[in-house]
């Protein structure tokens, strides 16, 4: 019964894990979740951590925290678990690297950020686009971690192939949300998923524009979910993130090939139907903040560096963050200090490589 789950006081102070695990025992939870739960306890114990230095770890209320620990948490415990993993995960991450693989808040990152909560407060249906690795998949996956204790859910589209993308569409957004679906009939899948996403008030679904490689039925199927099941007449906001295409352009193909009411979905986009991120409009200070996470670079440096992510087809922020990874590697397998010189060295092996495969596809 829940009466007899309620436990008072601190719940870190005051109780072992063996006794937060007794609790959560006479739950229905996910064994998995239990485990995670449990393993955060742990952890909090060791450390001499308080429930609110602990809420801070896994981005939820003090009160959330309490209630995971009681069994009384009226939430998704599966999405829980997958956050407490991610969180051992990133404590592993620092560990090894020391803090140079942690997200970077950078100015792009943060107008990704308002756009989501806008998108949020809009309850409107958003389209995200831009050129390739500006950090839009990593600058959104922090967001749904950071952010309003599980009401956001994140997936990536997946390319057509030979399976029904639709089909797969529904089974990852249903982990997302935290269904078991691997043996369930796909209309106990979407009822499961219905149930879950009243708890969410933003969507985000990145890769958007591989619907682009998708049948005509499928991407029917898909619009016609996200308009009614996911947006559901402003009961949450959707954000669609698209790389290297102009969506609105593929929108009005699909419309015209398949006569498709594309109306019924624009009526329910936000009023600037897509947003685009420049690769000519990056910040200095962004590169800057991503290089002097490894070292002080030389003024010339930093500029090579950052005429380099500006450059059309090259990576752009994600070519150098691949640039000083690579660097920063050998001087610690090497016990070589990092240097202007072996950071240029990458650059100029990264682009000798970009050359490369651009030959090769052009063949």
């Known amino acids: 019964m829940q009466g007899e789950r309620q436990v008072t006081g601190d719940p870190i102070a005051t109780r072992s ?21 449990v393993r955060l306890h742990e952890i909090a114990r060791s450390e001499k951590l308080s429930v609110k230095e602990l809420a801070g770890l896994v981005h939820y209320s003090p009160a959330v925290v309490s209630e995971l620990f009681n069994g009384t948490y009226k939430g998704n415990p599966v999405r829980v678990a997958k956050n407490i993993e991610r969180m051992f995960s990133d404590r592993e991450n620092k560990r090894i690297f020391g803090g140079k693989r942690d997200f970077v808040r950078t100015t792009i990152a943060e107008s990704l950020w308002r756009i989501a909560e ?19 998949s990593r600058a959104l996956v922090e967001y749904t971690a950071q952010h309003n204790s599980g009401r956001t859910v994140m997936l990536k589209l997946q390319p057509g192939g030979n399976s029904n993308p639709f089909g797969v569409f529904l089974r990852d957004l249903a982990a997302a949300v935290g269904v078991e679906a691997a043996h369930d009939k796909i209309m106990d899948v979407r009822m499961n998923i219905r149930r879950e996403l009243a708890g969410c008030d933003l969507v985000i679904l990145d890769e958007f524009h591989l619907i682009e490689h998708w049948p005509d039925k499928p ?26 295409s102009d969506m609105m352009t593929l929108l009005d193909g699909f419309r015209r090939r398949t006569r498709y009411n594309l109306g019924q979905l624009m009526g329910r986009m936000a009023n600037q139907h897509t947003v685009t991120i420049r690769a000519d409009e990056i910040p200095f200070d962004d590169v800057k903040l991503l290089i002097e996470r490894y070292f002080k670079p030389r003024a010339a440096t930093l500029r090579k560096l950052f005429d380099l992510a500006c450059r059309p087809h090259c990576g752009h922020l994600g070519v150098i963050c691949a640039i000083m990874a690579d660097a920063w590697s050998d001087s610690q397998l090497d016990k070589i200090d990092l240097t202007d010189e072996l950071v240029l060295s990458k650059a100029e092996a990264k682009l000798e490589s970009l050359a490369k495969s651009e030959k090769g596809g052009a063949r």
């Open 17 to 37: 894990p063996e006794d937060v695990r007794a609790v959560l025992e006479k739950t229905e939870w996910d064994q998995n979740a239990i485990e995670q739960i």
């Open 118 to 136: 806008k998108t949020r407060y809009s309850r409107a249906i958003q389209i995200i686009q831009s050129p390739e690795q500006l950090g839009k």
């Open 219 to 244: 991407i029917r199927d898909l619009l016609d979910y996200l308009r009614v099941e996911i947006h559901n007449d402003g009961q949450r906001g959707v954000l669609a993130v698209a790389t290297d």
